[in-house]
């Protein structure tokens, strides 16, 4: 049994949040991107494994198996992400997504 | 318990300046170290939380698997790998945009007891029960999904593709 407090974890989470909005935000490399969007996504998973240690049962259990489905589409999501690093560094010899203007590659 | 706060705060701490951190040098390998870090930061929390399965899961998946995936992303696309980013400023209006959605989080969290909570502990065998029975469906879609995911990376890194 551990005792923690909930604000913490919320608080915790709500700083990464901030972090991953500021990096999609401010940068422009693609792979910094992709970073910015896996930090976000760290903070949503962080919040789904403290409630389902604080619920406990079979919801709690149920709040891990989906952090567990959420881990696998975020692995997911960075493989589709750096095939298109791939494509983009191809077509335009950049991973500026500033540059990035046409919609075809 | 006063440890367990300690170690919290520690590990919550080193969370947040490595994501930071991760942001803002401008060698892109050295943000990839502290991703890392991140990644092995937030595995150890999730020990603390008594959740050992997904603790392991996050070391695999994204301290080894999404990390190597980084460092590929990296070599393929830069002739040298050691070389600095230009600088890009950090404009008000992102900053301010992060800092008004931190400060209206955290006023929701404010709204909940700070009393601590207890984190109950779970059987692993249960939690494979869960996962493979009753969200059996979402594995199943998620597996879907990730075939989806890798025929579209290939499709979108193939030779001779217009």
């Known amino acids: 049994m551990t005792d923690l407090s909930v604000v913490g974890f919320l608080g915790l989470s709500s700083a990464l949040l901030a972090v991953g909005i500021f990096g999609v935000l401010t940068r422009r490399n693609f792979i910094l991107l992709l970073i910015s969007i896996e930090i976000a996504m760290n903070a949503a998973i962080l919040n789904f494994v403290y409630f389902a240690g604080f619920l406990g049962g079979t919801s709690g259990l149920t709040g891990q198996a989906i952090a567990v489905v959420l881990i696998g589409f975020a692995a997911t999501e960075v493989a589709v992400g750096l095939g298109i690093v791939l494509a983009l560094n191809r077509a335009k010899g950049t991973i500026n997504v500033a540059q990035a203007t046409e919609l075809r590659l | ?162």
């Open chain 2, 1 to 162: 318990m006063i440890l367990e706060e300690l170690a919290f705060v520690f590990l919550a701490g080193i969370a947040v300046v490595t994501a930071v951190l991760s942001l803002l040098v401008r060698e892109l390998v050295h943000t990839i170290l502290w991703i890392a870090i991140f990644f092995v930061d937030l595995s150890a929390i999730y020990f603390l939380l008594e959740a050992p399965f997904l603790g392991v899961l996050q070391l695999g998946v994204y301290a080894g698997a999404v990390t190597v995936l980084l460092l590929f992303g990296i070599m393929v696309t830069r002739k040298r790998i050691f070389s600095r980013e230009a600088a890009t400023g950090i404009g008000a209006v992102p900053v301010g945009l992060a800092l008004v959605t931190f400060i209206f989080l955290i006023a929701a969290v404010g709204e909940f007891s700070s009393a601590p909570g207890t984190i109950h502990s779970y059987n692993p065998s249960d939690l494979s029960q869960n996962l493979f029975n009753v969200n059996g469906p979402w594995l199943l879609l998620l597996g879907l999904i990730m075939l989806g995911a890798v025929g579209g990376a290939i499709y979108l890194v193939r030779e001779g593709r217009e």
